[in-house]
C-alpha cells in the first residue's frame, strides 16, 4: 500500500516516522512545500531565536534518517490539488498516486496589513527564513514593534529584550494572553514583560504612526489553517478539515492532523482545533496507525508549554477564560500551580517555574479532581 503524506513538518514526519517504526513495509511518500528537512517550530521562537540553540537540534530528524529508513522526502514541492476518487495528488514536481494519504498542511499567519502598508520590515515567525530575519533585526539600539500579545508575540518580545532591543508590544485585549488564561493568571505574563521592560500598550489597536521608526514589526495576530486544497477536493471543511474521533475525513481514504484537523474528540466531546506542538505530533502517531490499518480514536488533551526570561509554563487541558481559577502557591513569585474548574471539575491546569508539578497538573485533568496544596 501507498501512503503519500501532504505537508513535511513536525506532523507529517512524526506520521511517516512512526509507520516504519511500527513496521510498516509499503512506501511511503512525504511531500512538503520548504526547502528543508522537517523541522520543529517552538525553536524559532524559543532557543533558535534567542540564538542559545542551532537549528540542526530542531530538526525532527538529520537529513539523511528519510533515505535510510526508505521515506520518499521530496522538499521544495507544493502540492496544488487532491482528486480523491481517482487517488492523485498533484504537485509542482508531477502526478503521485496514493491508497491512503495524510493532510498535514498546517496553518499560515494572519497578514498583518497595516504594517505591510506601511512599508516596514514585517516578520511573521512561521519559517526558520522569519526566525533568522528577526535574530538579525534584534539587537541593542533596535526598535521592535510586537502586534499580539498571544505566545508568539509575548515569546518574540523575550527574545527582543534578551538581544538588547527596545520593545513595544500592542494588545487589543485588556491583558497578554487573557482570552487563553483569564485575568488572573493573564496578569502574571503582564507583570513579568513590563519588569523586563516591555512597553505593553494593553487595550490598543496599532496605527501606522505606531510602526514608524520601528526596525522590525512582528506580527502576531493569529493563524489560520491551510485548507485550500482539502476544500478544492471537496473534503467537509469547517474551521480547518473536520475529522472524527480516528482523525478520518469526509473521505475515508484521507486523514488530518496538526493545524488543520478540527477534531472530534470524544472525550471532551465537542470539535476542537489546537495549534500546538503536542497535538501534532501525538496525532501524527495515532493517523499512522490508522493509516496502516488500526481503528484508534484520539482522546489527548491539549498541551503547550511556554519559556520567557526566567519563567517556564506547562499548561494541559482546556478551559476557557470564564472558568473558575484555583491557584496553588505564588502568583507574585511566579512559582504556582493553577487550576481551571467548571462544574466543580478540573478542566485544565498549568504550573509555573515548578517542574515537580508537571505529572501532578496533567493527573489533575486526568482525573477532574483538585489535588490538595503542596
Not at 503547550?304 to 470564564?322: I, N, P, R
Request: glycine share 10%.
Amino acid at each position: 500500500m501507498s501512503i503519500v503524506i501532504v505537508g513535511a513538518g513536525l506532523a507529517g514526519a512524526t506520521a511517516a516516522t512512526e509507520l516504519r517504526e511500527q513496521g510498516y513495509e509499503g512506501q511511503v511518500v512525504l511531500v512538503g512545500a520548504e526547502d528543508h528537512p522537517p523541522y520543529e517550530r517552538p525553536p524559532l521562537s524559543k532557543g533558535y531565536l534567542l540564538g542559545d540553540d542551532p537549528f540542526e537540534k530542531a530538526l525532527v530528524h538529520p537529513a539523511q534518517w528519510y533515505a535510510h529508513h526508505e521515506v520518499d522526502l521530496r522538499t521544495g514541492v507544493t502540492a496544488t490539488a487532491l482528486d480523491t476518487d481517482a487517488h492523485v495528488l498533484t504537485t509542482s514536481g508531477g502526478d503521485i498516486t496514493y491508497e491512503r494519504l495524510l493532510l498535514a498542511t498546517g496553518a499560515e499567519p494572519r497578514v498583518l496589513d497595516i504594517a505591510e502598508d506601511v512599508g516596514v520590515p514585517v516578520s511573521y515567525l512561521r519559517t526558520k527564513e522569519d526566525s533568522d530575519a528577526l535574530k538579525a533585526a534584534f539587537g541593542k539600539g533596535r526598535k521592535v514593534v510586537v502586534v499580539g500579545g498571544g505566545w508568539i508575540g509575548l515569546e518574540a518580545a523575550a527574545a527582543a529584550r534578551s538581544a538588547g532591543s527596545d520593545v513595544v508590544l500592542f494588545e487589543m485585549d485588556d491583558l497578554p494572553l487573557q482570552r487563553v488564561l483569564g485575568p488572573t493568571v493573564a496578569e502574571t505574563f503582564a507583570d513579568l514583560h513590563r519588569e523586563h521592560g516591555v512597553d505593553l500598550r494593553l487595550g490598543a489597536e496599532v496605527t501606522a504612526a505606531d510602526l514608524e521608526g520601528a526596525d522590525v514589526v512582528v506580527a502576531g495576530v493569529g493563524v489560520k489553517p491551510r485548507v485550500e486544497l482539502a476544500h478544492a477536493a471537496g473534503l467537509a471543511v469547517d474551521d480547518g478539515v473536520l475529522v472524527d474521533a480516528r482523525l478520518r475525513t469526509s473521505v475515508p481514504s484521507v486523514y488530518a492532523v496538526g493545524d488543520i484537523a478540527n477534531h472530534a474528540h470524544p472525550r471532551l466531546g465537542h470539535r476542537l482545533r489546537v495549534e500546538h506542538w503536542d497535538t501534532a505530533a501525538k496525532q501524527a502517531k495515532v493517523a499512522a496507525h490508522n493509516l496502516a490499518g488500526a481503528d484508534e480514536e484520539y482522546e489527548e488533551m491539549p498541551y503547550f508549554f511556554t519559556d520567557q526570561y526566567d519563567l517556564g509554563m506547562e499548561y494541559v487541558g482546556h478551559a476557557s477564560a470564564d472558568d473558575e481559577v484555583v491557584v496553588h502557591g505564588s502568583l507574585e513569585d511566579r512559582e504556582f500551580r493553577a487550576y481551571w474548574m467548571r462544574d466543580g471539575d478540573v478542566v485544565a491546569a498549568m504550573h509555573v517555574n515548578d517542574w515537580d508539578a508537571s505529572d501532578v497538573i496533567k493527573e489533575a485533568v486526568e482525573s477532574g479532581e483538585l489535588p490538595e496544596e503542596p
